[in-house]
């Protein structure tokens, strides 16, 4: 198995980013961030190179543009304050701040996360994709791994993510009944 190759095919498809990182400390050995329309094409990619699928899950992101927002500010803050102070250094007037803007904060996403695996050399390569959390869609996987059924069905279960073209879509864990999803960060029994 040659890492490069498949990391090429994965760019080739259109992924937003493929990086590769310190298996011993990462835990993978590529990490994939593909928009949800390119997700089957990545998929198609790794089952064509022979990796089986670990794991699906998901990551609700609830919070993180308010704290990017947040840190942008005081990013900003230090600045104009490092500026300020080398003009008083320099006896000038201290530059006027600029405001930072201040405009609609972007949707929260949720984010679904896809561990593969391969038999004859240890290659974990993990697929992440986000959505909007407002319509958490994304392509089911289950007809080119049968065996991610019941774990989008599971992450379905707890994070609300809707599998598209999934063959049976019920819960596997919570009650038949169940319109919650326990996962998500704003979820209040």
Avoid at 129 to 146: F, G, L
């Amino acid at each position: 198995m040659n890492r490069a190759a498949i990391k090429q095919k994965l760019v080739v498809i259109g992924a937003e980013a493929v990086s590769e990182s310190d298996y011993a400390g990462k835990g993978f050995a590529l990490d994939v961030q593909v928009l949800p329309e390119q997700l089957i094409a990545a998929v198609s990619v790794l089952d064509a190179e022979g990796f089986f699928i670990e794991a699906v899950t998901g990551v609700d992101w609830l919070g993180e543009q308010a704290a990017l927002r947040k840190e942008a500010e005081a990013k900003a803050a230090a600045e104009a304050k490092v500026k300020a102070e080398a003009a008083a250094a320099a006896g000038e007037e201290p530059p006027v701040a600029e405001p930072v803007e201040q405009g609609e904060l972007p949707e929260d996403v949720l984010e679904a996360v896809y561990d593969f695996n391969h038999y004859d050399a240890l290659c974990r390569v993990t697929i992440r994709t986000r959505m909007v959390r407002s319509a958490p869609e994304v392509p089911s996987i289950s007809q080119i791994y049968p065996g991610a059924n019941w774990h989008e069905r599971e992450t379905h279960d707890f994070f609300g993510i809707n599998f598209v073209g999934h063959p049976y879509l019920v819960p596997l864990l919570l009650p038949e009944d169940a319109d919650y999803h326990p996962l998500l960060k704003d979820f209040r029994p």
